[in-house]
């Protein structure tokens, strides 16, 4: 089993910037495809980026394109978004989700997913 961990949520400014982090309990990210998700309150939970399993393939949700950022880090089997410029509609609580070993694409579609992380919390003030 894979085991998500995210982190670096919090509470800033709009304008701001925060940078959300994801540990795997595998050794690397290497082999997955990645992706952030996030839900805000009495909402569904949306897709915010993706990365594919090189990490030379990445796709946004169009609320967020230009102003964040998903990257891989398979040294530290880690996957991160950048997030700058903040707008308070980007309050939510962020998910971090992995694919199967076996599939190498990004994906926007949650139920190409087989793990998912607890969540952090992000809170943008006006």
């Known amino acids: 089993q894979v085991r998500l961990v995210e982190s670096g949520g919090g509470l800033v400014q709009a304008g701001g910037s925060l940078r959300l982090s994801c540990a795997a309990s595998e050794r690397t990210f290497s082999n997955r495809a990645m992706g952030w998700f996030r839900q805000a309150p009495g909402q569904e939970r949306e897709f915010v980026a993706t990365?594919?399993?090189?990490?030379?393939?990445?796709q946004y949700a169009d609320s967020v394109k230009g102003r964040f950022t998903i990257s891989k880090e398979d040294a530290k089997s880690a996957v991160h978004l950048q997030m700058n410029s903040l707008k308070p509609e980007d309050t939510a609580v962020y998910y971090c989700?992995?694919?199967?070993?076996?599939?190498?694409?990004?994906?926007?579609?949650?139920?190409?997913?087989?793990?998912w992380g607890q969540g952090t919390q992000v809170t943008v003030s006006p």
């Open positions: 989700a992995a694919r199967s070993s076996y599939a190498s694409a990004s994906s926007s579609r949650t139920n190409d997913y087989a793990y």
């Open positions: 990365i594919s399993r090189s990490g030379a393939i990445t």
